[in-house]
């Protein structure tokens, strides 16, 4: 059976949409023509992109959303479908990144790290997929990491909650076969974000001393979080039929000028 196109109208939902690589995947798609619902625990800094937004002649709401907690993630996908449609794409991008040694940090910090970043992806699959099944329809995006194919020290929590993303997303895309609803990985390298801009120095200089002693740390160039969401924004348009299943994006090396 042929696969009927995307309608014109596909609303988005962006968890972690306040700051970083969500806030950047939201002002993308809404320029491109995407109705989308902003959403992340910081309500006050969604309105500001929204308002952003819609002042470019963009479409967009912002929903509360906190993806630790059951009720609040189904309260905001009811609050987002009510306000732009049923929901065509899902980015789940929401978290943040507590660092420490795995034998140093508190049981507790490594529990909220999984919690958030792995249990609350799945929190919110599990809320917009059967919909998007019933329309045999839909793109589910998972922000994953590289740190999956090249762990971090002073990361175990953050490492081990995105490689159960990876499991989560290779299992999820053999059940979605035949259904029509696509889900897909983006696997960001380092990225200039605010995850992580809070550490103290000492935290800062062990880390990276780490880092240099494993050749971790390649080079000093960052990515941007425009970068990443030009890639979401090209997985979620492939026409149907197609399935761009993983997609890792890097930094790029700095040419040398004596090259340019």
Request: hydrophobic share 45%; aromatic share 6%; glycine share 10%.
């Amino acid at each position: 059976m042929a696969f009927i196109p995307h309608p014109e109208r596909r609303p988005v939902l962006v968890a972690g949409a306040s700051s970083g690589i969500g806030a950047a995947t939201a002002e993308w798609l809404a320029a491109a023509g995407y109705p989308v619902a902003l959403t992340a625990r910081r309500v006050e800094k969604l309105q500001e992109l929204a308002d952003k937004i819609t002042a470019a002649g963009g479409e967009a709401v912002a929903v509360p959303l906190d993806v630790t907690d059951d009720q609040s993630v189904l309260d905001c996908v009811a609050k987002a479908e009510a306000a732009l449609g049923s929901l065509e794409v899902v980015v789940s991008g929401a978290g943040d990144l507590a660092v420490g040694r795995s034998y140093e940090q508190p049981v507790d910090r490594f529990v909220d790290q999984i919690d958030i970043h792995l249990n609350g992806a799945y929190r919110l699959y599990r809320a917009v997929i059967p919909g998007m099944i019933e329309r045999a329809r839909g793109d589910f995006v998972f922000i994953g990491s590289d740190v999956t194919q090249r762990p971090r020290t002073f990361s175990s929590a953050y490492v081990a909650a995105k490689s159960g993303i990876d499991g989560l997303v290779a299992t999820v895309q053999m059940e979605l076969e035949g259904t029509g609803v696509r889900a897909g990985l983006v696997r960001p390298g380092q990225t200039l974000t605010g995850m992580g801009m809070d550490l103290d120095q000492k935290t800062t200089e062990d880390m990276l001393n780490d880092w240099i002693k494993f050749g971790i740390a390649r080079h000093g160039n960052f990515l941007g979080p425009e970068h990443i969401a030009q890639a979401i924004a090209g997985m979620i348009a492939m026409p149907r039929g197609s399935h761009m299943r993983i997609v890792e994006v890097e930094a790029e090396g700095a040419v040398p000028k004596t090259k340019h």
